[in-house]
Structure formats: structure tokens, C-alpha cells
């Protein structure tokens, strides 16, 4: 074989494996998962709210349903992250995801607190609801109707997302969930 026919072969052997690579990542295949399979719900993202005083308050999300779990959103995986700071005072919370729903555009995850400089917040359940609108991307937490000293929030609840995304701070991406019923091909048309 001649050497541009080499540099010829490898150059398409790379561009196939390239594109294999980003068909696995294009359709949420990841570990344990069957090649061409998606996740059954995500969300990742951060952003930054809207405060006109200029408080610093941050959101960041890694939350993921596994395909084969598509049914039991409390096995959801994941980190969420928030941190609010005025003046450089305030402080951070870290939770470990245990429970995730989305629908369209929206999503719902909970999880528990297992960082924080924040008393009110250690080991506490907590809730965040996301709209990812694009442009318009908007925010709820649980904690502005249930102080997170005071009980647990339930798995997948939160308040709305009544919050603001600061403009150009916005990138979430809500995966849907399409939950599988016995019987659900009648209504889909599958």
C-alpha cells in the first residue's frame, strides 16, 4: 500500500470512529447503556439568577436517569450545586440527586444536601425546578415556601420557576422524559 493510501485509510478509519463517538454522545449512551439508546430524563446546565441589587446567586446542574431506569425517577444520579453571595459574604450547598422528573421544556429534581457552609442547609433535602425557554430560561427552589430546617421537601417537588435566569448566563438543557406504560404505543402511534 502506498503511503497515501495509508494517510488515506487512517484519515477515514479516525473520522468513523469520531463520528461513532459522537452518535454514542448525541443519543445519551453511556455506561451500561445499549448503543443507540438515550437517557430517560437530564439536566444539566448552569446559571446565574437575576438580582437587581447584584447579588451573586449561581445554580449549576449534572442530573441524569439512566435509560434502563426510566421508570423509577428515584434513581436518578448527580450533583446539583447553589451558591448565593452579597458583598462577598453568603455561601454554598452541594446535593446529591435523588430524584429527577422532567416534562418538555421543565424539570424537577431533589436531592440531598451533602456540602455546605450554610447551617439552615446540612443534610437537608432540597428542590429546584428549572424552565429551559432558551432565552427566557427561568428557576424555583423549595426552600422560598419550606425553611429547610423545618423537614424534608418530598422527592421531585419543588416550587414553580418564578426566578429570573440573569440574561446571557442561561445554558440548562432539559432531556424529556417519556415514561413507558404498558399499553403507551396506542397513544404515541409507535
Known amino acids: 500500500m502506498n503511503r497515501r493510501t495509508k494517510i488515506a485509510a487512517v484519515a477515514a478509519a479516525l473520522l468513523l470512529t469520531a463520528g461513532a463517538a459522537g452518535s454514542a454522545a448525541a443519543t445519551g449512551t453511556g455506561p451500561g447503556e445499549e448503543p443507540g439508546a438515550r437517557e430517560a430524563a437530564a439536566l444539566t446546565g448552569t446559571a446565574k439568577l437575576y438580582r437587581p441589587a447584584g447579588d451573586d446567586i ?84 423549595s426552600w422560598m415556601t419550606q425553611d429547610p430546617k423545618k423537614g424534608n421537601v418530598p422527592p421531585c417537588q419543588s416550587a414553580p420557576p418564578f426566578e429570573q435566569v440573569l440574561a446571557g448566563t442561561g445554558d440548562f438543557r432539559v432531556l424529556p422524559w417519556i415514561p413507558e406504560y404498558p399499553g403507551s404505543e396506542a397513544v404515541s402511534g409507535k
Open 58 to 141: 449561581t445554580f449549576s446542574f449534572d442530573a441524569h436517569l439512566a435509560a434502563p431506569d426510566t421508570m423509577n425517577p428515584q434513581a436518578a444520579t448527580g450533583t446539583f450545586r447553589f451558591s448565593h453571595y452579597v458583598q462577598g459574604k453568603g455561601g454554598y450547598a452541594v446535593a446529591t440527586v435523588d430524584c429527577l422528573v422532567t416534562g418538555g421544556p421543565v424539570a424537577v429534581v431533589t436531592g440531598r444536601v451533602v456540602e455546605t457552609d450554610v447551617k439552615a442547609f446540612k443534610g437537608a433535602r432540597v428542590g429546584v425546578s428549572v424552565l429551559d425557554d432558551g432565552t427566557n430560561d427561568r428557576l424555583g427552589y
